[in-house]
């Protein structure tokens, strides 16, 4: 067994998701199943491979120096607070955070 | 007037004859999709209002006698994990049901601004997550070829609304094969392009080294048309690149003798249907006929890409998918603190497969697992570029099958994810490796089930690929 019932907690709380008791178990077992076949990238030996960390070559990517800093109007808020579950023009209100 | 399979040559004629309006046109469509929608549940949300203004200025335009841009009054429909200003995007997802984008994707917004027609937006796997469109939270698509079977997916709805005609060309998304396998099971073209060469601006993230954007259509030519639209540099995307781009349609017009195709050995593996392997041995057959060089390679890391997909893939859609919070948009649940109302409307907001990746996702990022998977992952995804680029330089072109499998049935595959996961074998490698691909319509099994036959390019050989495609399309070979 890769991954214990006690991990899939661990990060399922690490991710902020309330998972069901039923979610838990499946979870840990589909994905037990699929760490266990991810198990076969060991046998290959990566010593002196470099990750992939960017897909485009250096040759391919865009002007890598900076564009220039223009001003560009941004008036977007109204319509951005608009699709906020509980707006409070200009801010997005949520639970109370801090203790008094 | 019949026009369930215009092309967007047919449409462009249409308008200019006078035959029929662009606003006519539109209605002709919509007509179409309230007819067939209710069973193929291809569209999410129709954009009328939207549709209609735009078709009016393209109507307004032949009024008055001026020249017509390449899209004027092509109805197409966009992929709902693409962001469409004041329509409804939803990406499949319970979390998003409500939202309305402020802006437009940058492929939306080139080609609305070439005339096109918005109809609508279509169905998908929930933020794209998905081989068969069974993980979207508003239902299935159905196979408009085969109704008790799947589209394929992640982008059923918009490979399943070309195919029944319910739109002349759509974008779709390909992240793993979500544009490939569904064209590859609807019978029709689908193309991803270069990671780089469409801008990802708009496109609701998923793995955003893997994401791009891309077309279907009934033909390759309609292909290589809106390509030369959505392709190109957008200073809103820093990884879209400047590299020129070409005219799509003389490339896919130049003759393919003396080309040479790589067919690797590793794609015709254990897994394989016996019906599909036929008809892409009979695909492969006809470039030999049209004077192609056949070659056989090898491309050794093969076995490994499903694996190196699903740690990369859900690691970036972990932290992609962590600003689905409740505070800006999308669904709220309270709780009883800031921490609980995360807590509650991730975990009501999401569904079973992208939960699924998400704790998957987060467990291959997380201390002590990093080093074995994620890095891991990088690394063998490294090799699996170098098989691509260790092939381009003795072919010009790698043919392979899209899916080992045929379109099937609904409900076949949920219950096991890993046994779905494992039918991405032969696009995901692509993915990774950022190079273009094409899936095109190779023969039906049974006269009845559509295989799609591969083709992959070196990095923007997005002309070689389309060549190919034509030839082989011009050469019959949707009906092998």
């Not at chain 2, 008790?148 to 974008?171: C, E, F, K, T």
Request: hydrophobic fraction near 40%; include cysteine.
């Amino acid at each position: 067994m890769r991954i214990t019932r006690e991990d899939v907690f661990r990060v399922a709380d690490l991710a902020y998701l309330d998972l069901s008791e039923s979610e838990l178990e499946t979870y840990r077992k589909q994905i037990d199943e699929i760490l266990e076949y991810a198990g076969k990238l060991n046998e290959l030996n990566t010593t002196n491979v470099e990750p992939m960390a960017q897909v485009l070559a250096d040759d391919q990517t865009a002007d890598a120096t900076l564009r220039e800093d223009v001003v560009v109007p941004c008036d977007v808020a109204p319509e951005i607070l608009k699709q906020a579950p509980d707006p409070e023009p200009p801010y997005f209100r949520v639970p109370k955070v801090i203790e008094r | 007037m019949m026009t369930t399979n215009w092309t967007i040559d047919g449409v462009k004629d249409a308008l200019t004859g006078k035959k029929i309006s662009a606003r006519e046109l539109a209605s002709d469509y919509y007509k179409r999709i309230d007819a067939r929608n209710p069973e193929l549940n291809a569209y999410l949300t129709l954009s009328q209002d939207r549709a209609f203004a735009q078709a009016e200025r393209v109507d307004a335009l032949v009024a008055a006698g001026k020249p017509l841009p390449p899209f004027a009054g092509v109805p197409i429909a966009v992929k709902d994990v693409i962001s469409t200003r004041g329509v409804r995007t939803t990406c499949g997802s319970k979390i998003l049901e409500n939202y309305i984008p402020p802006y437009d994707a940058t492929a939306v917004q080139r080609l609305e601004a070439a005339g096109a027609v918005i109809l609508g937006k279509t169905n998908c796997d929930e933020f794209a997550m998905g081989s068969s469109n069974e993980n979207s939270a508003y239902g299935p698509v159905r196979n408009p070829e085969a109704p008790d079977r799947v589209p394929g997916g992640s982008s059923g709805g918009s490979a399943a609304a070309v195919a029944a005609g319910l739109a002349v060309v759509s974008l779709g998304t390909d992240t793993g094969g979500s544009i490939r396998q569904p064209g590859s099971f609807c019978g029709i073209p689908a193309m991803m392009p270069s990671y780089g060469r469409v801008s990802r601006y708009g496109l609701i993230a998923f793995a955003s080294s893997l994401d791009r954007i891309g077309p279907f259509a009934k033909n390759v030519h309609d292909i290589a048309t809106v390509l030369q639209i959505i392709a190109g540099r957008d200073a809103n995307d820093s990884t879209s690149t400047t590299a020129p781009v070409p005219d799509y349609r003389a490339e896919a017009d130049k003759p393919v003798k003396g080309l040479r195709i790589g067919i690797p050995k590793e794609y015709f593996g254990a897994g394989m249907d016996p019906e599909v392997r036929k008809k892409v041995e009979a695909g492969i057959e006809l470039y030999r006929k049209l004077g192609c060089e056949v070659r056989e390679i090898r491309m050794p890391h093969t076995d490994y890409a499903i694996a190196v997909y699903y740690i990369i893939a859900t690691a970036e859609a972990s932290s992609n998918l962590a600003r689905y919070d409740g505070v800006r948009y999308g669904l709220r649940v309270d709780g009883d603190s800031l921490l609980s109302m995360y807590r509650k409307t991730r975990g009501a907001g999401f569904g079973t497969e992208v939960k699924r990746r998400i704790v998957l996702g987060t467990y291959v990022l997380s201390a002590g697992y990093y080093d074995a998977y994620y890095l891991k992952g990088q690394k063998v995804r490294a090799l699996i570029a170098q098989d691509f680029r260790d092939a381009f330089t003795k072919v010009d072109a790698i043919v392979t099958p899209t899916s080992p499998v045929p379109a099937f049935k609904l409900g076949e595959r949920t219950g096991d994810p890993l046994q779905m996961y494992l039918a991405d074998i032969y696009t995901v490698t692509g993915s990774l490796a950022g190079v273009p691909g094409i899936s095109v319509p190779c023969g039906k099994i049974c006269g009845k089930l559509p295989v799609g036959l591969q083709i992959f390019g070196p990095p923007f050989g997005e002309g070689r690929v389309l060549q190919l495609a034509q030839a082989f399309e011009q050469a019959g070979g949707a009906a092998l």
